[in-house]
């Protein structure tokens, strides 16, 4: 494109205005029917003077007059530049210059687009750190946690791919009333069973002990207050009380290292609430001290949020944040400033990203405004990355009540709806084969289908649509890097192979997919920027569609299209290395065969 940035720079300097570089923006065109580049002559109007209400004109003469003057500054561009080795024609529809390039040049912008390098432009930024995951080490993990997995997962490796130095860190909630309660479920009904002797999952396990204390409370309500008493003598430092903490939560941690195995997400640093809310504590406690906190009463202490920002609680008084309970027992924001600033000072961070549910906005708006108010800069960039729930049929999971959709009964449900899609095709692979197709596929349609969507909005899951290989999903996607590649092993065996060195491109179908290809590096790099990887999901999807089109319209290995399979080639390979690194940020494999 710099080419015809260069071109145009010249003739407009020299024939109508001085224009700088930076003047010049070029877009894809939204149809091959227009070119494959243009550029809006605005900035050149505009420095012209044309786009300035006369005073004996109305608005819509104004804009009537300016309209035709951006149609003529067009054509009188269009007409100054000549076809050459870059450029094979240029036209001008209403305020765009449309350049339809030589196809060569097209391919090599669209292989450009494709070159990982071209994704970060060659930067490198300082550490960034994505905090993903955490989960509570009394239950399983759900199909809530699965979102939250693939999207800080996916977005780690955008940014990773776009120039930051990503540390992909896990905060496992360890410690609290409601681990107490499923270690004291486990004191009274358990009868020394274990993972082991039930032949149970361990996380599994423990949740169990979790649901059978919600059931059990409703008989007896004083197991609210034995959890808390056993909290009390867990931060006393008691230590039969810690061996049983200890042992279950290795039960649960084991789980959860083999579900995020199965589901091909690690991180590079694990924090324990445990470890942390102990220096949380001394923040709090140095907050006090210099007068930012302020004991009540019963011993608790709080920080009273300012009005201004926060406004008021429904009895007409400012909001308050408890930072300490009256026994002493710390909170969730407790750790949270302890965590936050040890994050700092390990990493040097230069930004902070936090992928919780948008249930806990209010929590985190609370938690970087009391870390700047203790003189934390950087809290500024802290960044909660909220994302919405994921619904059922009978509305939002509640794991309290043990009604949820467990994410590895969930992975192996789609795994087995792929197996069936594939027997369908192909009674004669044999089992292993069919289970690593089946794996690629089932678990490519639930992170496919868990991240289409922007992370604000509530999805309503369908395991059924999400694996299929039509329509809007993972499968379609991967579907369309398996037939390219078909093709291309194929023509090797009839000893054909992709090329441009003679480019030709004929149908408007070619142009059309080469357009989404080189649209490529703008997507991923727009999703680093919003934190957002169903930008990336979307245009993947519409990319493997232009693909199929191309497919369908224009014949590839004909014998009568022999002079063009070569580079017809070329784009059935550049198609598919686009969609397959594209996936590949989305934390999906593709296959060879589907």
């Known amino acids: 494109m710099q080419r015809i940035v260069g071109k145009l720079l010249q003739v407009i300097s020299e024939s109508i205005i001085d224009v700088e570089e930076g003047e010049i923006a070029l877009t894809i065109s939204s149809s091959p029917l227009f070119g494959d580049v243009s550029f809006g002559v605005f900035p050149v109007v505009e420095k012209l003077g044309f786009n300035i ?9 104004a804009r009537r007059r300016i309209k035709d003057k951006q149609a003529e500054l067009a054509k009188e561009i269009a007409a100054l530049i000549q076809p050459d080795e870059t450029i094979f024609a240029v036209t001008a529809t209403g305020p765009y210059v449309n350049f339809k390039v030589q196809p060569a040049v097209l391919i090599d912008m669209a292989l450009a687009a494709i070159n990982p390098q071209t994704w970060s432009a060659g930067s490198s ?10 989960p509570n080490t009394n239950k399983p993990l759900h199909l809530g946690h699965l979102r939250n997995m693939f999207l800080g997962d996916s977005v780690a490796r955008i940014l990773t791919a776009t120039g930051d130095t990503v540390v992909k860190a896990n905060l496992i909630n360890d410690r609290g009333d409601h681990i107490c309660k499923s270690m004291l479920a486990w004191q009274k009904w358990a009868n020394g069973a274990t993972p082991e002797s039930t032949g149970t999952k361990g996380d599994h396990f423990v949740g169990e002990y979790y649901v059978k204390f919600s059931q059990m409370v409703d008989q007896d309500p004083t197991l609210e207050d034995q959890a808390h008493a056993m ?5 006393a430092g008691d230590e039969k009380v810690l061996e049983l903490w200890r042992t279950m939560n290795e039960w649960v941690m084991k789980g959860f290292d083999q579900t995020c195995v199965k589901l ?19 923040i709090v406690e140095k907050g006090l001290a210099d007068g930012i906190f302020q004991k009540e009463p019963d011993g608790a202490v709080i920080y009273q949020m300012p009005e201004a920002e926060f406004g008021l609680d429904p009895r007409g008084k400012p909001k308050r944040v408890t930072l300490l309970r009256a026994d002493g027992t710390s909170l969730y924001i407790t750790q949270d400033f ?5 994050k700092v000072e390990e990493y040097a961070l230069v930004r902070s990203i936090y992928v919780v549910g948008s249930e806990q906005e209010y929590h985190f708006k609370c938690l970087f405004h009391i870390l700047r108010r203790l003189g934390y800069e950087w809290a500024e960039q802290c960044y909660h990355l909220s994302y919405g729930m994921v619904t059922l049929p009978d509305g939002k999971m509640k794991s309290r009540e043990g009604r949820v959709v467990d994410a590895d009964d969930l992975a192996e449900e789609m795994v087995e709806l792929a197996k069936a899609a594939i027997l369908k095709k192909h009674q004669e692979l044999d089992a292993d084969e069919v289970l690593r197709r089946a794996r690629v596929i089932g678990l490519g349609a639930l992170r496919f289908y868990l991240l289409f969507d922007t992370p604000t909005n509530t999805i309503a899951f369908d395991p059924t649509v999400s694996i299929s290989f039509d329509g809007t999903t993972g499968p379609y996607c991967q579907y369309a890097v398996a037939r390219a590649r078909a093709i ?12 441009h060195e003679q480019a030709s491109l004929v149908f408007l ?7 989404q290809v080189m649209r490529l590096t703008a997507v991923i790099q727009q999703s680093a920027t919003e934190l957002n990887p169903s930008v990336l999901a979307k245009h993947l999807f519409e990319l493997a569609k232009a ?10 290995l004909a014998v009568a299209e022999s002079a063009f399979a070569p580079t017809r080639l070329m784009l059935v390979d550049i198609a598919q290395k686009a969609i397959t690194g594209g996936l590949s940020l989305l934390g999906i494999d593709t296959l060879n065969e589907m």
């Open 125 to 134: 930024r300082p550490v960034t750190m994505i905090e993903f995951l955490s």
């Open 547 to 556: 693909f199929s089109v191309f497919y369908n319209k224009v014949p590839v």
């Open 231 to 235: 909290l009390q003598a867990w931060e």
């Open 264 to 282: 091909g997400v690690s991180f590079g640093r694990v924090y324990y609430e445990s470890a942390t809310y102990k220096f949380g504590r001394t």
């Open 488 to 499: 291309l092993h194929k023509a090797a065996a009839e000893g054909k192979f992709p090329s």
């Open 338 to 342: 302890g965590t936050a600033v040890m």
């Open 509 to 515: 179908e070619e142009r059309a997919l080469l357009h």
């Open 53 to 61: 209400q006369g005073s004996n004109e109305t608005k819509s003469e």
